[in-house]
């Protein structure tokens, strides 16, 4: 038996334009320089961190936590931070599923590279995760984040008035799902 452990591969996933990497602790830099470029973008549905001190306590929880896995979104040109998505609470047992959080970048925003992402996110939560279903809660005026799931080929299953505090309220969110049955999206589709 060797001593030498298997290095662990640079993504998690890879697709025609982007691929997928977990969080480090050394992307703060840009991650936070372009979280703080993407505030018009992001406002008022997101607030991913954009200062040093944020971005470790966000990372160490995506790091850590067993119930969570982060994944940034780099482009397979020159290996930029696109964008994230994380799969948030995930639950084991009879339940095998996660509730999703992502986010693109404003500089790589409307160039289809989230969908891209969110592909291969499902691809990987039901192959190797061993997940049953995705969850993804959006507030009803979002309209870029609803077409990204519908694109996915989500469902809607509910409207929950009041469900998550964003920007200090409590937001209405229609409630989408995909599970291991339903068609799966296709990996690196035709950019839109």
């Given at each position: ?81 696109a964008g994230f998505v994380n799969i948030n609470n995930i ?69 929950s008035p009041a469900m998550l505090r964003v920007d200090g ?24």
């Amino acid at each position: 038996m060797s001593d030498v452990s298997t290095p662990r591969p640079a993504y998690l996933a890879e697709g025609p334009r982007v691929a997928l990497r977990p969080f480090r602790y050394e992307d703060a830099d840009e991650f936070t320089a372009r979280a703080r470029e993407s505030k018009d973008l992001h406002h008022p549905w997101l607030f991913p961190p954009d200062t040093a001190t944020a971005y470790a306590a966000y990372a160490r929880a995506l790091i850590e936590d067993p119930a969570r896995l982060g994944c940034l979104v780099c482009e397979r040109d020159g290996g930029g931070i696109a964008g994230f998505v994380n799969i948030n609470n995930i639950v084991r047992g009879a339940f095998e599923c996660g509730a999703l959080g992502y986010g693109a970048f404003a500089h790589a925003a409307g160039r289809g590279l989230m969908g891209e992402a969110l592909a291969l996110v499902v691809h990987h939560a039901f192959g190797p995760l061993g997940l049953h279903r995705l969850e993804a809660n959006i507030q009803p005026g979002n309209a870029s984040s609803l077409a990204l799931v519908r694109r996915a080929g989500f469902r809607k299953e509910g409207f929950s008035p009041a469900m998550l505090r964003v920007d200090g309220a409590w937001r209405d969110h229609e409630r989408w799902a995909i599970t291991a049955e339903m068609a799966l999206p296709p990996v690196g589709g035709p950019p839109r």
